[in-house]
């Protein structure tokens, strides 16, 4: 099943796995999980025991069968590196990837170190960006060098939600940068110098910048409905994308 994104930095969700397990303070307020529920609730095929990992191989084929060059998101609703996924069914989903060179493909993880294991021995297709969640200094900058090891063709960080000041950030051979806040009714909140911080050092090191959203927290530090937070930082929208992305 494949669905139109309103994820502002994708067009379309390919979610041949749903389901995932909780792992760092990222994963708290967990928007999928949150999802998942609600799709069980509706009666919705995949989710049937809602939030629990499971692989959906019926949906393996979905990209084959859209011919408009599209953008895809990959399991949204998963992890595609979620140590119950074998690397079996992983390689399938590479093997669609590969064989689909029309589309492009976002994945991202935070189980970065087996991300990292998994293509020490495979080639990484040119038509794949991957990427880490990067949420906190703890959890989430020491992503960042397993992901430089991969040699991807597009490199990206996804600073949502951006918990706290992540410090200084060694972006070599990161060519994305994301920023969000979280959402959701026990959202936490973002501090504008925080993102700030991560926008200049993008700047500074020659890396794109893409803020994402406030989340349920504003600018001004008030409670409100993300819609109304909006995606303004500094007073503009910051929609940067990699350079030679397609």
């Not at 600073?159 to 000041?165: F, K, M």
Request: charged share 25%.
């Amino acid at each position: 099943m494949t669905t139109t994104s309103k994820i502002e930095w994708t067009e379309q969700t390919w979610n041949p796995i749903v389901g995932c397990t909780k792992l760092s303070a990222g994963c708290k307020h967990c928007y999928a999980e949150t999802m998942a529920k609600r799709l069980q609730a509706m009666g919705t095929a995949g989710y049937e025991n809602g939030f629990a990992l499971r692989l959906i191989p019926e949906r393996l084929a979905d990209p084959h069968r859209r011919q408009k060059p599209t953008v895809y998101f990959v399991n949204s609703m998963s992890d595609l590196f979620h140590d119950k996924v074998p690397d079996a069914y992983i390689e399938q989903v590479f093997g669609v990837i590969a064989d689909t060179p029309r589309h492009h493909y976002q994945i991202l993880t935070k189980r970065a170190a087996r991300m990292a294991r998994f293509f020490r021995t495979r080639a990484v297709p040119s038509n794949v960006w991957l990427g880490v969640s990067v949420e906190n200094r703890r959890h989430g900058v020491p992503r960042i060098d397993y992901l430089r090891e991969v040699p991807a063709r597009i490199r990206f960080l996804s600073v949502e939600p951006l918990l706290e000041d992540v410090g200084v950030l060694d972006l070599r051979d990161i060519h994305w940068v994301i920023v969000g806040g979280e959402s959701g009714p026990k959202a936490r909140p973002m501090k504008p110098e925080w993102a700030d911080a991560v926008r200049i050092q993008c700047a500074d090191q020659d890396v794109a910048f893409f803020f994402k959203q406030w989340g349920g927290w504003g600018a001004d530090g008030k409670r409100r409905a993300k819609s109304k937070n909006g995606r303004l930082l500094n007073g503009r929208t910051w929609d940067e994308m990699p350079a030679h992305a397609f």
